[in-house]
Each structure stands twice: as structure tokens, then as C-alpha cells.
């Protein structure tokens, strides 16, 4: 079992930043990928940005150029740094975590709210 932990949602204005931070415990060392999704409200979950151990990170087309995902594996955290934040952006973000020999990501942290809006 993986636990999956997110912090740093909140409020901003339009073009502003914020940054989330994801800790995991338990089978950390079975761990292959971290990454975010996010869900708005009467949307579908997407993905955000992923971090594979083996093959590095990959990002949704959407926040490309904004969002810059990191990843401390001695720390086993996983963090998404937004900028230029615009009101499209507003969901749930949800932090999650693959295990090696898996083809899906099966674990969710609970998920923390980012609002953009003046």
C-alpha cells in the first residue's frame, strides 16, 4: 500500500503562482512513477504531469511551458510548481503513484483545492 498526501492548494489571481506538494509513505520502494491529475467540477480526471523513475516526466499539452513538476526520491516527494495560473486551471488536484510492474496509476492521495479567479 501507498499513502499519498497533497498540500498547497488555495486562492490566486490570474496569472499568479502556487505550489503543491505530494509526500508518499508506505511501499515507497515499489514506487515507478509519481505524478498530479486534476479534476474540475463536470469534467473528466486528466493528467497533469507525470515523473517516471526510469524514463523522466511528461506533460499535458495544456500546462506545458507553465507547470514544472519535480520529484526527490531520498525525500519520497513529489512536487508541481504553477505559474502564469489561469482561470482554466481551477480543480482538484490529486496527487498519484505507480507501481513498478503496473500499467496504470492505482494510487490517490485526497486531493486539494486551486481556485484561479479575481
Known amino acids: 500500500q501507498v499513502h499519498l498526501v497533497e498540500s498547497g492548494g488555495g486562492l490566486v489571481q490570474p496569472g499568479g503562482s502556487l505550489r503543491l506538494s505530494c509526500a508518499a509513505s508506505?511501499?515507497?520502494?515499489?514506487?515507478?512513477?509519481l505524478g498530479w491529475y486534476r479534476q474540475a467540477p463536470g469534467k473528466q480526471r486528466e493528467l497533469v504531469a507525470t515523473f517516471s523513475r526510469d524514463v523522466g516526466t511528461n506533460y499535458a499539452d495544456s500546462v506545458k511551458g507553465r507547470f514544472t513538476i519535480s520529484r526527490d526520491n531520498a525525500k519520497n516527494t513529489v512536487d508541481l510548481q504553477m505559474n502564469s495560473l489561469k482561470p482554466e486551471d481551477t480543480a482538484v488536484y490529486y496527487c498519484?503513484?505507480?507501481?513498478?510492474?503496473?500499467?496504470?496509476?492505482?494510487?490517490w492521495g485526497q486531493g486539494t483545492q486551486v481556485t484561479v479567479s479575481s
Open positions: 508506505g511501499s515507497i520502494r515499489a514506487i515507478e512513477s
Open positions: 498519484a503513484a505507480r507501481w513498478c510492474g503496473d500499467s496504470t496509476f492505482n494510487y
